[in-house]
């Protein structure tokens, strides 16, 4: 089972950036996908979520109607499109996978997932 998520690079603030993260050993609509991020010497938070069947969505309260996940079940892949990017975003993403049904309380938890690809640094500049 592998994750890797890739797409990052250097942006500036206002601008967009197109995260994905590739699965491989595992059907990608068995799995939930979140999508994480750590800043230097900040604790790894929940960006944003979506569901096994990709009827559910959920972000962040810092990162809401500015970024937006999708998955391509077909390409075992799933997208974190990154628009209007501030400095406070400059972090390395990962992308995981949970067997769980998440729902709004437990998505952002990193306990409930199963499996994590390396991460992928994005920087904002201002």
């Known amino acids: 089972v592998q994750l890797q998520a890739y797409g990052g690079g250097l942006v500036q603030a206002g601008g967009s950036l197109n995260l994905s993260c590739a699965v491989s050993?595992?059907?990608?609509?068995?799995?939930?996908i979140g999508w994480f991020r750590q800043a230097p010497g900040k604790e790894r938070e929940g960006v944003s979520c979506?569901?096994?069947?990709?009827?559910?969505?959920y972000y962040a309260s810092s990162v809401k109607g500015r970024f937006t996940i999708s998955r391509d079940n077909a390409k075992n892949t799933v997208y974190l499109q990154m628009d209007s990017v501030k400095p406070e975003d400059t972090a390395v993403y990962s992308c995981?996978?949970?067997?769980?049904?998440?729902?709004?309380?437990?998505?952002?938890?990193?306990?409930?997932?199963?499996?994590w690809g390396q991460g992928t640094l994005v920087t904002v500049s201002s």
């Open positions: 979506i569901t096994r069947s990709g009827g559910r969505k």
């Open positions: 050993g595992f059907t990608l609509d068995s799995y939930s």
């Open positions: 995981a996978a949970s067997r769980f049904s998440l729902i709004a309380s437990s998505w952002s938890n990193p306990s409930y997932y199963d499996f």
